[in-house]
């Protein structure tokens, strides 16, 4: 079954009309300390590697399964899209029926060739942003639960 695709606003909406769903940020927690979606958890599908690139987080769905009911209404979002949309269809194999990506993210979808912004991020929609980070939207308070 394909990933739902969404933008930021009608994320927005969604959490706003359903208080029991989920922005699941799962950028890096230096990513997220920057700036989130206000109300977002933070568990991020994959770490900075010594090397520069990306690994892969072994626990990222044993911390969401501690997490999220796999009823949950889940809104996967990144940077851009891209992680997210990974993470979302790792939630969908493991169970999770109703999970979307949100296209553009936190900062924006950018069109690799041009540099031109084609999708707007959470962050340039205008929608509400935090810098908090406590034991209830932290990927550590998310560990230790």
Same mark, same amino acid.
């Given at each position: ?33 920057? $700036?989130?979606?206000? +109300?977002? !958890? @933070? ?7 010594? %090397? &520069? ?50 296209? $553009?993210?936190?900062? +924006?979808? !950018? @069109? ?7 999708? %707007? &991020? ?24």
């Amino acid at each position: 079954m394909a990933i739902e695709q969404t933008l930021p606003s009608d994320a927005k909406a969604g959490l706003d009309a359903d208080p029991d769903a989920v922005y699941l940020d799962v950028r890096t927690e230096i990513e997220f300390a920057a $700036g989130h979606p206000e +109300g977002a !958890v @933070n568990i991020p599908v994959a770490f900075q590697s010594p %090397a &520069g690139g990306m690994m892969p987080n072994p626990d990222f769905q044993s911390v969401v399964a501690r997490v999220l009911h796999r009823e949950t209404k889940v809104y996967c979002g990144c940077q851009s899209g891209v992680r997210s949309q990974y993470a979302a269809e790792m939630l969908e194999k493991a169970g999770y029926s109703n999970v979307a990506n949100v296209v $553009g993210g936190f900062g +924006g979808k !950018v @069109n690799p060739g041009t540099g031109a912004v084609e999708v %707007a &991020g959470w962050r340039d929609s205008g929608l509400p942003v935090s810098t908090q980070v406590t034991e209830q939207n932290s990927y550590d308070g998310q560990k230790g639960r």
